[in-house]
């Protein structure tokens, strides 16, 4: 048995009000990679971040080579090698690949200057080293997120650092990135790198890791063998109980059609793809749930942000909301004709952080609730309470942060929020995201008891599994392109990749 | 009786705890008060004329202070007050001196407007209140300026026109020709400025609007939706551009409102240096007074007592070293926007004081000028001798302090090495 590299013991992390990591002890063997899985919130993201020197203040031990260490930044836990390539890539999108590879340790030709020439030379030779064919010279803000992340990637290699972490490394690559870097893994494990891998999802875990690392609610579960594991059982230790199968098989009737859309086209003004999404047409009905699948960057969001009058630029073609023909300049005009949208960042685009519980559910609808041009404490609370009981959002009362929330439950009350504005469409972008398990399963069957209640309902999710569970039809986006619009019955993940993944040529001019 | 003993106790906690700030600042400015009264006589012999002359203040700077406190609570800042201050009190004056009659030299007499023209002039100052406001909307919701640099040219720009307006208006209608001020002699009109109560109750029937507007409806809720995430307000359907209209409108208008009530005082429109640096003061008060710079976060009686804190604090030093108050103000400012900023992150980060404040060289060199600058104002304040003490003093007790942080440290690197 190989000795251990890293050894990680009793490590803790206080959050105010939150326990993220208690009492975490294994080791890293040197060589191998250690997939860590957990579902969100579990502290995978706190104990990496720990490991890499982003955070510098925590209870136990770090030892490395048998020796304690404490990195009081990110420089110094490079310089004892270990680098981390976050799932929100770190990058300065102004730079070119060269300049961001050696961001920070520059080389310097004989009189003090920057050596551009040596830097890009070496930059090109790393990223050749990756599969990576893109000129180091080109600004990072340019290049796919995939080739982006392998400039992460090959800033790790130029530091030399021997242990890795990965953070979610594929949640916006295409199915042939996700190739290439798993080749680029498999070469770094032959140089002899340690990597340690956070994911999700049980595929790759399985296809990659020698060793599995379970967390949940801050603490460590178990350390299995791969070969000693199924992705059932560790799923099972992930959540801690058997995930309950939502059955959401009972047959929806469909009603009449709410939502017309065609030839919707969004411009992108100096992009080589000149539109964002381009002749995109479909219905949806009253009753019905249709799901949006495609990559990162297909053009999900967007889509719903036409809709919804919130695009910065206008989108042409047309679209019919109840029969009659609509065009929001502004998402108080989609309010008003019964639209709602629930955006894929609650933080950055849903929540009033400042705001407690109640005025965060009642900030569509407050005109409702005022009395001779006053708000009235009272009806607002009503309202707030009404619809935080209806949907049964787990908070201490109205009175409460919001932030004190789980995902789940802001989600619900964000998603409460609109429904005080008795829409007719509701739009959902990605609503699970950062959203447990547990939650997950509440949050799918509220959209299907919304949907029976006749509100029409699109959703975009970047987990296929959860479309193919809550969706009556499934469109397919690629590149701003509608692809494929399949049934429930015609719908696999395979076929949806497949029509996620067929790119034009891109010699289109 | 136990319970509900209990339960009053907790609903004591809890307003204490939802207006820790207000309360805080309501002790601070008790604190400065009571000091000042013991150490300086002036209190003691004339207490009813100092009251209401810090009153009086206090109701000028508050005024637009409101303003500010808005701009600033639906995530903006507006940097122009005492430019508005001055153009507003040259527009007023203009006004007038237009409407005047005429004495029999044939020079416009002042002495005697009448109610008629001065409530025109206050109309029509007003009015070119609200055009800046909807200048600085139009500039940052259309053109796409950050609100820092269209109100900051307004800052440099309207007192510049101003200066050249009033030099116009005085050699198109006075007969001694160009003047760089504005004389107004009517009683009735420099009462506003000069009688205490008049800007005290202009001042608190502005801050029960504006609290109202903030705290009971539907507007005022969505500014603090807008200050605190912007986006997220767009999204949910507000019109955040007509919000920032209203708010940079309010923002210019009562700094015209105070415009007028600073020119009435002196009888005088002298925009080369009415109101200068004043738009500092109210974003003080306002950040003193708990508003977040980064939006979403203050309320209108927090503002208030921030004004009256800031005065009083200005009043005490102006007590207490016998000369003019103006000199000191802006290290009095300067000094106090600097705390209440520090201490709220410092809340917000909460690791309070345990932070290392003083780290390597760079904490070095704010050790040493933390001292000049306490011993020379303390010198300039106080004397020699006091500034000498001050300046030893803060030098040892910060090199106390820099040492016991590197020692910290240490133990936490030895901890681990060891």
Redesign the interface.
């Known amino acids: 048995m190989s000795a251990a590299l890293l050894s990680i013991q009793r490590i803790a992390k206080r959050y105010p009000g939150v326990q993220a990591l208690a009492d975490v002890s294994f080791d890293v063997r040197q060589g191998e990679l250690l997939a860590i899985v957990g579902e969100n919130g579990a502290g995978k993201s706190t104990l990496m971040k720990i490991l890499a020197g982003v955070i510098p203040d925590f209870g136990g031990e770090l030892r490395l080579r048998e020796k304690p260490v404490r990195f009081t930044g990110t420089r110094d836990a490079e310089a004892a090698g270990i680098s981390i390539i976050h799932q929100e890539l770190n990058l300065v999108e102004q730079l070119s690949a060269a300049a961001n590879i050696f961001l920070g340790r520059e080389k310097r030709n004989r009189f003090g200057l920057l050596d551009q020439g040596a830097m890009d030379r070496e930059a090109a030779r790393l990223l050749e080293e990756l599969e990576c064919k893109i000129d180091a010279r080109r600004p990072v803000g340019e290049l796919r997120v995939g080739d982006q992340q392998l400039v992460e990637i090959a800033k790790a290699l130029s530091i030399h650092a021997d242990v890795l972490i990965m953070d979610e490394p594929t949640s916006a690559l295409t199915e042939s990135e996700v190739a290439r870097l798993f080749r680029v893994i498999a070469r770094l494990r032959h140089r002899g790198v340690t990597i340690l891998y956070i994911s999700h999802k049980m595929d790759e875990v399985f296809q990659l890791a020698d060793r599995i690392v379970v967390l949940r609610d801050g603490r460590l579960v178990e350390v299995v063998e791969r070969a000693a594991a199924t992705p059932r059982g560790i799923t099972h230790l992930m959540v801690g109980r058997e995930i309950e199968e939502t059955d959401l098989s009972r047959p929806r009737a469909m009603g009449a059609t709410v939502l017309e859309v065609r030839n919707l086209s969004l411009p992108w003004p100096g992009h080589a793809r000149r539109w964002r999404l381009e002749n995109v047409s479909f219905d949806l009905h009253r009753g019905e749930i249709v799901g949006i699948a495609g990559l990162m960057g297909a053009g999900r969001t967007e889509l719903l942000e036409c809709l919804f009058g919130a695009s910065d630029l206008r989108p042409s073609g047309s679209i019919r909301l109840g029969g009659k023909h609509v065009d929001f300049k502004h998402p108080a005009e989609a309010k008003r004709a019964g639209m709602a949208l629930v955006t894929e960042d609650r933080k950055r685009f849903g929540l009033f952080a400042e705001m407690n519980v109640g005025q965060n559910v009642t900030v569509c609808t407050l005109d409702q609730a005022t009395r001779g041009g006053l708000v009235s404490g009272r009806v607002e609370a009503e309202q707030a309470r009404g619809i935080v009981h209806r949907l049964n959002v787990k908070t201490a009362g109205i009175e409460a942060r919001i932030t004190s929330l789980s995902g789940g439950n802001q989600q619900k009350a964000i998603i409460g929020r609109w429904l005080l504005t008795e829409p007719q469409v509701l739009l959902l972008d990605d609503p699970t995201r950062g959203v447990d398990v547990g939650a997950k399963a509440e949050l799918y069957r509220l959209m299907d008891a919304l949907c029976r209640e006749g509100l029409g309902i699109l959703v975009t999710s970047s987990e296929l599994p959860e479309l193919l569970t809550v969706c009556d039809r499934i469109l397919v986006l690629c590149e701003g392109r509608l692809t494929a619009e399949l049934s429930r019955a015609e719908a696999t993940e395979q076929r949806i990749m497949e029509a996620a993944t067929a790119r034009q040529p891109a010699t289109t001019q | 009786m136990n319970s509900s003993a209990g339960e009053s106790t907790s609903l004591l906690r809890r307003i204490a705890g939802q207006h820790s700030n207000e309360l805080g600042l309501l002790v601070a400015i008790l604190a400065v008060v009571a000091a000042t009264t013991i150490f300086s006589d002036a209190y003691r012999e004339k207490p009813l004329q100092n009251a209401q002359e810090i009153l009086r203040q206090t109701s000028l700077l508050g005024v637009f202070a409101l303003g500010a406190a808005i701009v600033i609570i639906s995530g903006g800042i507006d940097l122009s007050s005492g430019s508005v201050i001055a153009f507003s009190g040259a527009i007023c004056a203009s006004i007038m001196l237009a409407l005047a009659p005429h004495d029999a030299s044939g020079a416009p007499d002042t002495n005697n407007l009448g109610l008629g023209i001065i409530a025109v002039a206050i109309a029509g100052t007003l009015l070119v209140g609200f055009l800046i406001g909807t200048l600085h909307a139009w500039l940052i919701t259309v053109v796409g300026l950050p609100p820092f640099v269209a109100t900051l040219a307004s800052l440099v720009g309207l007192r510049s026109l101003a200066r050249v307006m009033v030099q116009e208006v005085t050699t198109v209608l006075m007969p001694t020709g160009r003047t760089t001020q504005i004389y107004i002699y009517d009683n009735a009109f420099n009462a506003l400025g000069t009688r205490w109560w008049i800007p005290l109750v202009i001042f608190l029937v502005l801050s029960v609007a504006c609290w ?1 507007l903030l705290s ?3 507007v005022g ?2 500014l ?2 807008m200050g ?2 912007e ?9 955040t551009d007509h919000l920032k209209w209203l708010a940079y409108c309010l923002g210019a208008m009562t700094s015209s409102i105070a415009g007028i009530l600073y020119m009435a005082e002196v009888g005088t429109a002298y925009p080369a240096v009415q109101g200068l640096g004043y738009e500092l003061n109210a974003i003080a008060a306002a950040v003193v007074g708990g508003c977040s710079l980064q939006g ?2 203050g309320t209108i009686g927090g503002t208030m007592l921030g004004v009256v804190f800031l005065r009083v604090v200005i009043d005490a030093v102006a007590k207490l070293v016998k000369v003019g108050a103006d000199e000191y103000q802006g290290i009095i400012v300067g000094v106090l926007v600097v705390l209440a900023v520090a201490f709220n992150e410092l809340r917000r980060a ?1 690791g309070g004081l345990r932070k290392q404040f003083f780290p390597g060289v760079l904490g070095l060199l704010a050790i040493g000028i933390l001292s000049v600058l306490g011993g020379s104002v303390t010198t300039m304040m106080f004397g020699r001798s006091a500034g000498a003490i001050v300046f030893v003093g803060a030098i040892v007790v910060l090199a106390a302090r820099k040492l016991a942080e590197y020692r910290a440290s240490r133990r ?2 030895q901890a ?2 060891s």
């Open positions: 109202v009971r409806t539907v809720r969505h603090y939706a605190g995430n986006n997220a307000a767009r999204l949910s359907g507000i019109r979403g976060v909460g936490a690197s681990v090495s």
